[in-house]
């Protein structure tokens, strides 16, 4: 530590009021203590942190007002301080505040000149605290992510070895085969290895090679899987090449299927192009899934396949949405039921389970649409599991109004929902109360039918009790 000069000639002689408006500003909490460390005396550096600490600290020893863990760090703080010439040290010890939680204060104690006190001034580490904890849950939910991009990658290695179709994974860019899964390698009569890395249209003839090679460049182009007929190089067969464009880290990549032609055809056209708003639902990162009035899905986009861990729309075609929803029987009648009512329905909140029972926690926003004889709902589902929410703390607030209210069905039990539109019901009246007898407690608790003591219990419990406010008998 190094300190002034020439504090005399910088400073003059501090009078007490000086020196306790000094010590009082530049601290969030300074403490007064005798040799013994009791506290004589208290100052706040804001009103947000005074009304935090609890009035009784005064006459209580330091050690007492701290969590049990710090009380070795208060008496490492007094014992540096009573040392003549020990150089002042900083030690964090938490406090317990009003409310019941823990409040981090960074603490330094010195002596008082020649007196017998001591001071002790703090830095309020709550705002850091939140932060750190920001952090660590910001951290977890990364871990999470992590392991369960490792368990889909698990899952997605099993599944291509194991298939029995000759399936490949191609890069469009160079038309070169990235993976290749052993059925393929059964079905081409070579080893896997040799595949990985080479062009796949040269693994047929002249007219198959620019038949497939058109049919990359059209699925590429337009994003819609398509297929061709292509014969191998050697002669041996003709082979249906079917192709399907996926995403993968920020980029397209094309997954072949190659099946044995029973009959030579012509390569079956593309589809002509999607309007811009329809490409746009299709690649939105949000799940968009179109369905009949019974709930049988009749189009999904990509981003709803991968949350279904499928590899393909067709494989969702004629199946029920009720089948991935997270409350079978439940979330799809209520979502029809609505649509049917209202037309519209915004952030239903459920779930989504995979094909392989995964779950993803969503938000449903759907919409009727009128198609004469064939009208069809139109639902768009978004992915919240990333949301990072703090921790619930054991005093959290209460809902502030009935839309709130409204929020929590289906989230939680109805017996909990009760529970908190009485305690909402009771704070309104109490707050209509105290601003009918202009905050008098005693009018109030008359008014309400209610002894001073219960009201000032539910004051507390609701936090709408003020300091001094029991004992000014108002």
């Given at each position: 530590?190094?300190?002034?000069?020439?504090?005399?000639e910088?400073?003059?002689?501090?009078?007490?009021?000086?020196?306790?408006?000094?010590?009082?500003?530049?601290?969030?909490?300074?403490?007064?203590?005798?040799?013994?460390?009791?506290i004589?005396?208290?100052?706040?550096?804001?009103?947000?942190?005074?009304?935090?600490?609890?009035?009784?600290?005064i006459?209580?020893?330091?050690?007492?007002?701290?969590?049990?863990?710090?009380?070795?760090?208060?008496?490492?703080?007094?014992?540096?301080?009573?040392?003549?010439?020990?150089?002042?040290?900083?030690?964090?010890?938490?406090?317990?505040?009003?409310?019941?939680?823990?409040?981090?204060?960074?603490?330094?104690?010195?002596?008082?000149g020649?007196?017998?006190?001591?001071?002790?001034?703090?830095?309020?580490?709550?705002?850091i605290?939140?932060?750190?904890?920001?952090?660590?849950?910001?951290?977890?939910?990364?871990?999470?992510?992590?392991?369960?991009?490792r368990?889909?990658?698990?899952?997605?290695?099993?599944?291509?070895?194991?298939?029995?179709?000759?399936?490949?994974v191609?890069?469009?860019?160079?038309?070169?085969?990235?993976?290749?899964?052993?059925?393929?390698?059964?079905?081409?009569?070579?080893?896997?290895?040799?595949?990985?890395?080479?062009?796949?249209?040269?693994?047929?003839?002249?007219?198959?090679?620019?038949?497939?090679?058109?049919?990359?460049?059209?699925?590429?182009?337009?994003?819609?899987?398509?297929?061709?007929?292509?014969?191998?190089?050697d002669?041996?067969?003709?082979l249906?090449?079917?192709?399907?464009?996926v995403?993968?880290?920020?980029?397209?990549?094309?997954l072949i299927?190659?099946?044995?032609?029973?009959?030579?055809?012509?390569?079956?056209?593309?589809?002509?192009?999607k309007?811009?708003?329809?490409?746009?639902?299709?690649?939105?990162?949000?799940?968009?899934?179109?369905?009949?009035?019974?709930?049988?899905i009749?189009?999904?986009?990509?981003?709803?396949?991968?949350?279904?861990?499928?590899?393909?729309?067709?494989?969702?075609?004629?199946?029920?949405?009720?089948?991935?929803?997270g409350?079978?029987?439940?979330d799809?009648?209520?979502?029809i039921?609505?649509?049917?009512?209202?037309?519209?329905?915004?952030?239903?909140?459920?779930?989504?389970?995979?094909?392989?029972?995964?779950?993803?926690?969503?938000?449903?926003?759907?919409?009727?649409?009128?198609?004469?004889?064939?009208?069809?709902?139109?639902?768009?589902?978004?992915?919240?599991?990333?949301?990072?929410?703090?921790a619930?703390?054991?005093?959290?607030?209460l809902?502030?109004?009935?839309?709130?209210?409204?929020?929590?069905?289906?989230?939680?039990?109805?017996?909990?929902?009760?529970?908190?539109?009485?305690?909402?019901?009771?704070r309104?009246?109490?707050?209509?109360?105290?601003?009918?007898?202009?905050?008098?407690?005693?009018?109030?608790?008359?008014?309400?039918?209610?002894?001073?003591?219960?009201?000032?219990?539910?004051?507390?419990?609701?936090?709408?009790s003020?300091?001094?406010?029991?004992?000014g008998?108002?």
């Amino acid at each position: 530590m190094k300190l002034f000069n020439a504090p005399t000639e910088a400073l003059g002689r501090l009078d007490t009021e000086a020196a306790t408006a000094l010590i009082a500003t530049i601290s969030d909490i300074a403490l007064i203590l005798d040799d013994k460390g009791v506290i004589r005396d208290l100052a706040f550096g804001n009103d947000e942190l005074a009304s935090q600490v609890d009035e009784g600290w005064i006459g209580q020893r330091w050690s007492d007002t701290v969590t049990p863990e710090t009380r070795p760090k208060v008496d490492l703080l007094l014992n540096d301080a009573l040392v003549p010439d020990q150089a002042p040290t900083w030690q964090q010890v938490d406090h317990i505040a009003r409310n019941g939680d823990e409040m981090p204060v960074r603490y330094c104690a010195m002596r008082l000149g020649t007196g017998g006190n001591l001071v002790a001034t703090g830095r309020n580490l709550q705002g850091i605290a939140a932060l750190q904890q920001r952090l660590v849950d910001a951290q977890q939910s990364l871990e999470r992510d992590y392991w369960r991009l490792r368990q889909l990658e698990t899952r997605y290695r099993l599944l291509f070895r194991g298939c029995g179709e000759a399936v490949m994974v191609l890069d469009p860019n160079t038309n070169k085969v990235v993976e290749v899964n052993p059925a393929s390698a059964k079905l081409l009569g070579t080893d896997a290895r040799r595949l990985v890395g080479k062009a796949m249209p040269n693994i047929f003839d002249r007219p198959g090679a620019e038949a497939v090679q058109s049919l990359f460049a059209g699925v590429r182009s337009s994003g819609r899987a398509a297929e061709a007929r292509a014969r191998l190089s050697d002669g041996s067969g003709e082979l249906t090449v079917f192709a399907a464009p996926v995403r993968q880290d920020n980029a397209t990549l094309l997954l072949i299927r190659l099946t044995v032609a029973a009959n030579p055809t012509q390569a079956r056209p593309l589809a002509e192009p999607k309007s811009r708003l329809a490409q746009v639902m299709e690649q939105a990162p949000d799940g968009v899934v179109i369905t009949s009035p019974d709930g049988s899905i009749l189009s999904a986009n990509a981003a709803f396949v991968e949350m279904t861990q499928l590899s393909n729309e067709e494989q969702l075609r004629g199946e029920s949405l009720d089948r991935w929803l997270g409350r079978p029987g439940v979330d799809l009648n209520v979502l029809i039921a609505n649509l049917r009512q209202h037309g519209a329905v915004r952030l239903f909140a459920t779930s989504i389970r995979s094909e392989y029972g995964s779950s993803t926690e969503v938000e449903i926003s759907a919409v009727g649409i009128d198609g004469g004889d064939r009208p069809s709902y139109g639902f768009i589902i978004r992915n919240v599991d990333r949301r990072v929410s703090p921790a619930a703390q054991p005093g959290r607030s209460l809902p502030r109004s009935l839309e709130q209210l409204t929020e929590l069905v289906g989230r939680v039990p109805l017996k909990e929902v009760v529970r908190e539109s009485t305690d909402l019901i009771e704070r309104l009246c109490i707050e209509a109360a105290l601003e009918l007898t202009g905050d008098n407690r005693a009018s109030a608790a008359e008014l309400l039918g209610l002894s001073r003591q219960s009201l000032y219990v539910k004051l507390r419990r609701y936090g709408l009790s003020e300091a001094g406010a029991e004992d000014g008998g108002s």
